[in-house]
């Protein structure tokens, strides 16, 4: 693999439901970012983690978790998900250490919660 | 708040156009700024990333500008070929995020005619 891949492409989830969407990248970047887009609203940052064994909070946090185990997984899980929660989530990483910061963005995940 | 605007929403122009899109942000306070390429139901494409030292950098076609003390950018697109259609996203990293956490403006739809 090269680059961002995230996993699955799309999924429809009944309210309620626990779901973890997988993020992995091949390019030893310290930084993963995870972004909800929406119609209107642009791209909103989620969470954060500037390097393994370490998260932030971002925009919009409320209702989903991180962890950052390694330098190349960072996966997104929403405990009890709720209809508002309907979005594409896209994963980003970029290496912070060059100080340059591009962030390169995987295909995006397409969830729908009925 | 920290905010990205990016006006038009939409433009549409004829093939062999040049064309200047633009993104105005309210802090110039910043780390960098990046210019996106979406193409629908796709990820993110970057395209140029200026640092807050830069007035300008260039990519084929593509130019992008920086002036810090007005807190604006412009993406020069010369030439303007169909295949240039797509959603263009400018984004800033403000000092205050930590360098790293990108602010998005909600994009500027081209549509390149024939």
């Known amino acids: 693999i090269a680059g961002i891949t995230q996993a699955p492409t799309s999924q429809i989830l009944a309210a309620g439901r626990r779901m973890t969407l997988r993020c992995t990248q091949d390019?030893?970047?310290?930084?993963m970012y995870w972004y909800r887009q929406d119609l209107g609203l642009g791209l909103r940052l989620i969470h954060y983690?500037?390097?393994?064994?370490?998260?932030g909070k971002g925009e919009v946090p409320d209702g989903y978790s991180v962890s950052r185990a390694n330098t190349d997984d960072f996966p997104l899980t929403l405990a009890s998900a709720v209809p508002s929660q309907t979005s594409v989530y896209f994963c980003?990483?970029?290496?912070?250490?060059?100080?340059?910061?591009?962030?390169?963005f995987g295909p995006g995940t397409r969830l729908t919660v009925l | 708040k920290q905010e990205v605007t990016q006006i038009p929403a939409a433009l549409s122009v004829p093939e062999g156009e040049n064309l200047v899109l633009n993104c105005s942000f309210t802090?110039?306070?910043?780390?960098?700024l990046q210019w996106f390429r979406q193409d629908p139901g796709k990820g993110l494409t970057s395209l140029l990333l200026?640092?807050?030292?830069?007035r300008e950098q260039t990519s084929g076609r593509l130019n992008a500008s920086l002036d810090k003390s007005s807190g604006r950018s412009t993406l020069y697109i010369a030439a303007s070929q169909p295949g240039d259609s797509a959603t263009y996203l400018c984004?800033?990293?403000?000092?205050?995020?930590?360098?790293?956490?990108?602010?998005f403006g909600t994009g500027t739809q081209l549509k390149v005619e024939l």
């Open positions: 980003a990483s970029s290496d912070s250490t060059s100080g340059v910061h591009t962030q390169y």
């Open positions: 390019m030893r970047h310290n930084a």
């Open positions: 983690s500037n390097t393994a064994g370490t998260t």
């Open positions: 802090d110039s306070a910043i780390y960098n």
């Open positions: 200026i640092q807050s030292s830069q």
């Open positions: 984004a800033v990293s403000f000092l205050t995020g930590g360098g790293n956490k990108l602010t």
